[in-house]
């Protein structure tokens, strides 16, 4: 079992930049790739970026994100991040990070088996 929380949402103007932080306890943090999601009023919940446990690190983006958002991961806080910068309007949303017991992240919402409660971010144009 894995517990995520995650925090640093708000409220920002347009082309502003936040950090989200997920913050892990339970089972051995290193030991999940991670992801971060998002879904907005009326839509589905869509992938945002990924990062794998340890080791050689991959990452991976929705190419709606590449170029403006950076996952990274501090296994000794047991903590992934995403840093956000450029915001536009479209990426209001709820927020989630989510792990996976595999070495390498994935786009897909299923193949994550532990969720936080999401961090809401709001972008004003």
């Known amino acids: 079992q894995v517990q995520l929380v995650e925090s640093g949402g708000g409220l920002v103007q347009a082309g502003g930049s936040l950090r989200l932080s997920c913050a892990a306890s339970?089972?051995?943090?290193?030991?999940?790739?991670m992801g971060w999601f998002r879904q907005a009023p009326g839509k589905e919940r869509e992938f945002v970026a990924g990062i794998s446990r340890s080791g050689s690190t991959t990452t991976i983006y929705a190419d709606s994100v590449q170029g403006r958002f950076t996952i990274s991961r501090d296994n000794a806080k047991n903590t992934v991040y995403l840093q956000m910068n450029s915001l536009k309007a479209d990426d209001t949303a709820v927020y989630y990070c989510?792990?996976?017991?595999?070495?390498?992240?994935?786009?897909?919402?299923?193949?994550?088996?532990?969720w936080g409660q999401g961090t809401q971010v709001t972008v004003s144009s």
């Open positions: 339970g089972r051995i943090f290193s030991s999940y790739a």
């Open positions: 989510a792990a996976r017991p595999f070495s390498m992240p994935t786009m897909t919402v299923t193949a994550y088996d532990y």
